[in-house]
């Protein structure tokens, strides 16, 4: 099976510019998590998707925003970028239950991540 | 509130044994996983506790106390390549991961 993909890898921007960046699950999966990375905070929780609906959301400004296609592929959305959203965006997909979470079947496998520079 | 607690670096030698504590004071706990995460590279699975007690899976093995909060990885015979950040996170009943700030394991010859 192939595993998580993200595109693109790296992606310079500038201050003030939005930015999509997009994920593709591993087959069978309908979870998609978004998470930040930076040295200072290390991972953050951005949001979880799961059949087309937001399921859970962490503490990040309204500037982050994300949707999921009927394919269970992700796309998440920085707009007005600050200096500050320079960091490792990474997506994990997990098969997802519809309600109390099993851990065992909801292992999330992480893709390689997009290095997003802010200038 | 969330908190998860671990060492912020280790250093052990090859062949060595490391063990690398994590204590966490999370609401809503449903188990904890470990995670791997080499230098540029994405964070990969290890391991996966929800019950108290020990979980071996070849070099590495993980032991969850849930009354206490406080899970451990081991990492038996350490290899070169064993060098990276180990991740300590908690899940809740949805799924949600909440990540520690990692520990950095480095392997001297």
């Known amino acids: 099976k192939a595993g998580v993909t993200q595109t693109p890898r790296y992606l310079i921007k500038t201050r003030g510019q939005q930015v999509t960046l997009s994920c593709s699950p591993i087959?069978?999966?309908?979870?998609v998590s978004w998470y930040q990375q930076t040295p200072g905070q290390g991972l953050q929780f951005l949001f979880e998707y799961f059949s087309e609906t937001q399921r859970n959301k962490g503490n990040f400004p309204g500037r982050f925003s994300g949707r999921q296609f009927s394919n269970s592929r992700s796309e998440m959305n920085v707009s007005t970028l600050e200096l500050g959203d320079s960091a490792l965006y990474l997506c994990?997909?997990?098969?997802?239950?519809?309600?109390?979470?099993?851990?065992?079947?909801?292992?999330?496998?992480f893709g390689p991540g997009t290095r997003l520079t802010v200038l | 509130g969330q908190n998860i607690d671990q060492p912020t670096e280790m250093t052990a030698t090859e062949g060595a044994i490391v063990q690398i504590n994590c204590t966490y004071q999370?609401?809503?706990?449903?188990?904890l996983f470990w995670y791997q995460q080499h230098a540029g590279e994405a964070p990969t699975f290890l391991s996966y506790n929800v019950l108290d007690g020990l979980e071996e899976k070849g070099r590495f093995s993980s032991f969850l106390s849930r009354s206490k909060g406080y899970s451990y990885l081991l990492l038996k015979e350490l290899q070169m390549k064993d060098s990276a950040s180990y991740l300590c996170?908690?899940?809740?009943?949805?799924?949600?991961?909440?990540f520690g700030a990692g520990t950095q394991v480095v392997v001297t010859p």
């Open positions: 996170a908690t899940t809740d009943s949805w799924g949600k991961l909440q």
């Open positions: 999370t609401s809503g706990f449903n188990g």
């Open positions: 087959s069978g999966h309908r979870s």
């Open positions: 994990a997909s997990s098969l997802g239950g519809g309600g109390q979470h099993v851990p065992h079947t909801d292992t999330q496998y």
